[in-house]
């Protein structure tokens, strides 16, 4: 309950003889000057709260200005509450910041910003008693963590904690603060020490010291970390007495230092031995080389693959797959096999029999005479078994790819999922796992050598988020690089598309489109550069 006006600057007499206020004009002074003693008295009190004003504050983002105030006094704590506009400045409140309001008044309470005007500060020492404010700071922190705990499967997703609704309006709190993120993973502690899964993705993460608290956790498995600042594989070792069985590290700055998939997972699984899974993948033994992921493909192999995949789908689900036949080989093998995946969404649904029929798996198998009639050799048998089956539409926005490329010819794995066209209300949603292996014939010129197709129904999950993406409309000629060739529909899809990949809010991906052409390929090229060297702005992700 609060019982003060943050517009007042003054508090009751009888809880303090006056206020102070510090501006530019006297900050230096009081660091440095002898006749100050009032001031430095009233900086140091632990039973007020100061206030601090920024001018002209409300032309910036709030996230943004107070990121900027609080890395001008790291590593010393300030925890700002209560921001809020007063006409054209802003304002918040902290307490038990003395270190932290010296720190700014040996630069005049004026901070400077990268390619942008300073930020200039006032500060109201003294601006009310901490009876006037009741504040529970741990009963907020606490009332939040436990909203986002799933008790069930022990999960604990603090993402983008500092946006939480319940608690960006009250208590600025960025887990990108070594001290905050201790003081919120004790609190953690104390309240849910059961948890089993961690999710800190999304919170701009610099050092993983404050990972130390974790230790605490002794049931603790897996730890998402996406997202974030973490900028040296050398900072995991923080997390070797947690003994992790998965970690999730994409999109953290120490990806960019690996060109290859082994040299990245050996380094991760050096400093943590213990881990089964990484960014998502099961783990082979220790000297096991594991496809590519897709950020780290050299960008030739990229390109290829980008380029077979879209023209291998887009003939797969026209309505003649015969359109296939110069893919393969004509020397080319083809195996299928299927799975029924019991307690899921899609179980009830599955009806896998035409793919069943087709199935060769050995494991499986009553009669072994069908593992050769199974196995299809060459490219018209092939074609004439991919035409047998059903009708499908695949989701491109749930592939994802790996690549292995050496002198013999390139492997290419696509998983994934696809529906098939709806003869009653609800369609089915299918789960996908193919393996390429392509032969080159020529120069650029590839042909299928070696196929699997694994199918299954999909996972509850995976069906949840199956299609949430529109493909965009196939449109005569169109180019994305000329904005003439572009109805306000396509831009607009083009928008959704990029914030969808990047998680920018909708008025920046745009922004980039506009800058790109409407080129999205070259817009998603700009972002992942500028993104690397931290130059896209807080407020580019944020949706207030």
């Not at 990245?264 to 080389?289: E, N, Q, T």
């Not at 309505?319 to 299928?336: C, Q």
């Not at 994934?416 to 393996?435: M, N, Q, Y």
């Not at 109805?487 to 607009?492: F, I, M, V």
Request: hydrophobic content about 40%.
């Amino acid at each position: 309950m609060i019982h003060v006006n943050l517009t007042s600057t003054a508090l009751s007499e009888e809880k303090k003889p006056d206020y102070i206020v510090l501006d530019s004009s006297n900050a230096l002074s009081v660091i440095l000057g002898s006749s100050y003693c009032m001031e430095r008295c009233f900086i140091n009190r632990k039973d007020c709260w100061h206030k601090f004003m920024i001018l002209n504050g409300s032309i910036h983002d709030k996230e943004f200005i107070l990121k900027v105030i609080m890395d001008a006094v790291y590593p010393i704590d300030l925890i700002p509450v209560m921001y809020k506009e007063e006409g054209e400045d802003t304002c918040f409140l902290a307490r038990n910041c003395g270190t932290a309001i010296e720190r700014l008044c040996r630069s005049s309470l004026v901070i400077d910003i990268p390619n942008g005007p300073s930020l200039t500060l006032r500060i109201v020492l003294g601006f009310a008693h901490i009876n006037d404010i009741h504040l529970n700071m741990q009963w907020n922190l606490i009332k939040v963590i436990g909203k986002r705990f799933n008790k069930d499967t022990k999960y604990l997703d603090l993402s983008n904690y500092h946006r939480d609704p319940d608690l960006c309006d009250l208590i600025f709190c960025p887990l990108s603060q070594p001290k905050i993120l201790q003081y919120v993973l004790n609190a953690v502690k104390s309240a849910l020490p059961l948890v089993t899964s961690l999710n800190l993705s999304h919170n701009d993460i610099h050092s993983v010291k404050s990972l130390e608290a974790l230790w605490q956790f002794k049931l603790l498995a897996k730890l998402d970390l996406r997202h974030n600042m973490v900028k040296y594989v050398k900072d995991l070792a923080v997390l070797q007495p947690i003994k992790l069985c998965e970690l999730l590290l994409d999109q953290n700055p120490l990806c960019q230092y690996f060109d290859s998939e082994y040299p990245y997972i050996s380094a991760v699984r050096r400093l943590l031995p213990s881990l089964l899974k990484l960014d998502g993948v099961v783990l082979g033994p220790p000297g096991f080389h594991r496809p590519r992921r897709n950020f780290l493909l050299p960008p030739e192999d990229s390109s290829l693959a980008d380029q077979f995949i879209r023209h291998y789908f887009t003939l797969y689900d026209c309505s003649n797959r015969k359109k296939l036949e110069g893919l393969y080989h004509s020397d080319a093998l083809f195996s299928l096999t299927a799975t029924y995946l019991p307690a899921q969404s899609t179980s009830n649904t599955a009806r896998l029999t035409e793919y069943t029929i087709e199935s060769r798996n050995l494991l499986k198998l009553c009669d072994y005479t069908k593992s050769l009639k199974l196995l299809y050799h060459g490219s018209e048998a092939i074609l004439a078994t991919l035409c047998k089956l059903p009708r499908s539409e695949h989701d491109p926005y749930s592939f994802r790819v790996d690549l292995v490329h050496s002198a013999f010819g390139i492997l290419i794995s696509v998983t994934g999922v696809f529906r098939e066209p709806a003869t009653i209300k609800t369609p089915l949603i299918r789960s996908f796992c193919r393996v390429f292996v392509l032969v080159q014939i020529g120069p650029r010129e590839f042909q299928i050598a070696n196929e699997t197709l694994h199918v299954k129904n999909a996972t509850t999950k995976e069906a949840e988020e199956a299609f949430k993406i529109p493909k965009p409309p196939i449109r005569q000629k169109l180019t994305p690089g000329n904005p003439v060739n572009m109805n306000e529909s396509d831009k607009e899809h083009l928008t959704k598309i990029l914030s969808q990949l990047t998680e920018m809010n909708v008025k920046w991906s745009r922004k980039c489109l506009e800058e790109s052409k409407w080129d999205i390929k070259k817009a998603t090229t700009v972002f992942t550069e500028l993104y690397k060297m931290s130059k896209i702005p807080p407020e580019a992700f944020s949706n207030l």
